[in-house]
């Protein structure tokens, strides 16, 4: 089975610190995504990665930057933390799919962050 | 801008009836639609995926219709059980895009 793992599933960090958020696949997927999700407002792309080292930007990356050394890891970082960046954060991955078009979506547990 | 609308919030239905979930959408033309059922506190989980020349999709109790004119998919559950319970999410992609956008959801509810 695909499995999509995320490094926390709960985090508790105060305003203005780096945060670290950690994805993992382990189905050799070439495209990686990260979301975040509240209520009433559903499911946001942040970033997404469709190869090593690259990266673009979705609908929300203000304040989020991501990194992808290795095709297992997507890594999302909030640089400075803020209280507007409580969330559900939720790792995605899947193969490139027919003509370019993004297949189904693998996604992880999710991280539940609060920032005091 | 894109506007991707499910019909309500929340659908109550009673056990053993079909459950029907609407997705309509404005300012886009996809090339394909999915579904996906989400659990409480859990990621979304896949179920289905629709591409813009199909006109319906099944498996097992599930159903999924996708109508390009209306610029609406429907997805339906039939002999709806308890464990159906759950928040559905709709979401579409465009050719060649590497980015879903996704409704934000219905919460189903099937009455013992």
């Known amino acids: 089975d695909v499995k999509v793992t995320q490094s926390s599933r709960y985090l508790v960090k105060r305003t203005g610190e780096k945060v670290f958020l950690e994805c993992v696949q382990d189905m050799d997927h070439e495209n990686m995504f990260w979301y975040r999700q509240d209520p009433g407002l559903g499911l946001r792309l942040i970033y997404f990665?469709?190869?090593?080292?690259?990266?673009e930007k979705g609908d929300i990356p203000e304040g989020y930057s991501v990194s992808r050394e290795k095709k297992e890891r997507f890594s999302l970082i909030l640089e400075s933390a803020s209280t507007n960046q409580t969330s559900m954060y939720l790792c995605?991955?899947?193969?490139?799919?027919?003509?370019?078009?993004?297949?189904?979506?693998?996604f992880g547990e999710g991280s539940r962050l609060t920032v005091l | 801008s894109q506007k991707i609308e499910q019909n309500s919030e929340a659908l109550n239905i009673q056990e053993g009836k079909t459950a029907t979930l609407t997705c309509n959408y404005t300012n886009y033309s996809p090339a394909y639609l999915q579904w996906y059922r989400q659990d409480p506190g859990r990621g979304p989980v896949f179920l289905l995926l629709?591409?813009?020349?199909?006109k319906e999709k099944r498996k097992e109790r599930l159903k999924v219709t996708f109508d390009t004119t209306l610029k609406q998919s429907l997805f339906h559950i039939t002999a709806s059980q308890p464990a159906d319970s759950a928040t559905y999410l709709c979401a579409l992609g465009g050719a060649g895009s590497y980015q879903l956008t996704f409704g934000k959801g219905t919460k189903l509810s099937v009455i013992p």
């Open positions: 990665s469709y190869d090593v080292k690259m990266k």
């Open positions: 629709i591409r813009e020349n199909e």
């Open positions: 995605a991955s899947s193969f490139a799919g027919v003509r370019g078009n993004t297949g189904e979506l693998f």
